[in-house]
Structure formats: structure tokens, C-alpha cells
């Protein structure tokens, strides 16, 4: 394994959320809305900067005068935009497919996926993601799913009988293992394997999920300070009165 593997491996036991808490964010119809607000706030900030004089509003025959200014939650708004929108960008490029498309087992089963879509995903899995306790317990549910299919040749069992019973398959093994002989296990009965195929890409790519957490950070705690500065305005204008 390499320094980088290495070092990636040592970044994916970090506490940083996984893609499926991202996927939360990064599917939430509000926060896909920042691209709008990236756009629109710069240009609606450029028309009124440009408006010196104050609008005249005839209402009732009352005459009323309306200051414009940018204040300065724009700014904080436009800026919580861009770090929403940095954070959406990482998590469509960057996030894992089956983490984007499928929450569980049964979306990828009702969607129509098989052994040769697990097989596909295992193989797409970086190798520093095989941490031992992960190699081992896709080793063991590789063997659940064996023994529940009705065909005799077991695959992970003939490697227990050469290796003993406390083996445990480096990931290269487990890798070969599965994909040689997974088209003898029904689809139905991938659930653990998929489960774990699952989690391990979603702690892959640990500076993408690092990067765009800390925007979407960033961007919820900007609206938390126009939050606050909304509600201190709001109450100090009722005492005022």
C-alpha cells in the first residue's frame, strides 16, 4: 500500500459525516435552490446598488419614500450560496453512485440490480477501504449468502478448508472470491453483502467528504448569523414600540 493509500486510509477513520449524511444535504431541494441564489443575489445586489435615489410610492394619496441599501445579510446569503453550492458540486461529482442512487439493499433489488451490479461496485471499491473487521465481515457475509443459494459449490468454504477455519482472505482473495463466484448467489439474499459494500464506498473519498462537510458548515452557520440578526431586529423593534 502506498503513502497516499496510507494516509487515506488514516483520513477514513476520521469522525467526518459519510456520503450517505451528506446525501441528507446534497438531496435537499432547498439547498439544490443555492445555485439559484448564487446567480441572483450578485445581480440583484448589482440593480440596486445602482438605484441612488429612494423609490417614490404613492399610496392613498400618501407619498412614501423607500431607501434602498444592500444590507448586509446579503452578503452573508450570497456567501452561504457559494459554500452550499461548492458543497452540492463535490457531492454530484464526487459522492459514489450507489451511495447517491440507493439508500438501502431493496432500492438497488426493486431497481432491478444483481450479482453483477454488487460485483461491479466491489470492484470499484478502493483498496485502502479494506480495513480488516471490513474484509473479514464481507468474507463471512460473502459465505451467509453462499450457504442461503441453492447451489452446492461454495466458494468460501473451499477457501476455509484450504486456509482453516480462523483464515480471513486479504482483500485481493476477498475481491476474487466474490466476483468469480457471486453469480451463484440469488440476488435476494445480497442483502448483507450489498449492506457492506454500501458502507465501505461511503467512507471512500475522505477529502471530497471533508471538503464539502466543511462548506455545507460554513454555509448552515452563515444563515445562522442572519437567523440571529433577523430575530434580534424583530425584537428589538417590538420593546421599541
Given at each position: ?209 471533508l471538503f464539502a462537510s466543511t462548506c455545507y458548515l460554513i454555509g448552515f452557520i452563515l444563515l445562522g448569523f442572519i437567523l440571529a440578526a433577523n430575530v434580534r431586529f424583530v425584537i428589538r423593534s417590538f420593546f421599541e414600540n
Amino acid at each position: 500500500m502506498t503513502t497516499t493509500q496510507l494516509l487515506l486510509r488514516k483520513l477514513s477513520a476520521w469522525p467526518i459525516p459519510d456520503w450517505m449524511q451528506l446525501r441528507m444535504l446534497g438531496q435537499n431541494r432547498a439547498l439544490k435552490s443555492s445555485y439559484f441564489w448564487f446567480v441572483f443575489v450578485p445581480i440583484a445586489a448589482r440593480l440596486i446598488s445602482q438605484l441612488n435615489q429612494p423609490l417614490s410610492i404613492s399610496v392613498f394619496g400618501q407619498v412614501h419614500l423607500i431607501h434602498l441599501s444592500l444590507p448586509f445579510s446579503w452578503y452573508q446569503f450570497f456567501f452561504a450560496a457559494v459554500f452550499f453550492s461548492a458543497a452540492n458540486l463535490v457531492f454530484a461529482l464526487r459522492c459514489p453512485s450507489i451511495n447517491q442512487e440507493y439508500a438501502s439493499p431493496q432500492e438497488s433489488y426493486d431497481a432491478g440490480n444483481g450479482a453483477v451490479y454488487v460485483q461491479n461496485q466491489l470492484i470499484a471499491l478502493p483498496g485502502y477501504v479494506f480495513f480488516e473487521k471490513f474484509q473479514s465481515n464481507l468474507f463471512y457475509a460473502f459465505r451467509a449468502a453462499e450457504a442461503a443459494s441453492p447451489d452446492s459449490a461454495h466458494a468460501a468454504n473451499a477457501w476455509l478448508d484450504d486456509h482453516g477455519s480462523e483464515a480471513t482472505p486479504n482483500p485481493f482473495e476477498v475481491s476474487d472470491l466474490i466476483s468469480s463466484y457471486i453469480c451463484i448467489v440469488r440476488r435476494e439474499v445480497m442483502n448483507d453483502l450489498f449492506a457492506l459494500i454500501h458502507k465501505a464506498h461511503a467512507i471512500s473519498r475522505p477529502v471530497a467528504r471533508l471538503f464539502a462537510s466543511t462548506c455545507y458548515l460554513i454555509g448552515f452557520i452563515l444563515l445562522g448569523f442572519i437567523l440571529a440578526a433577523n430575530v434580534r431586529f424583530v425584537i428589538r423593534s417590538f420593546f421599541e414600540n
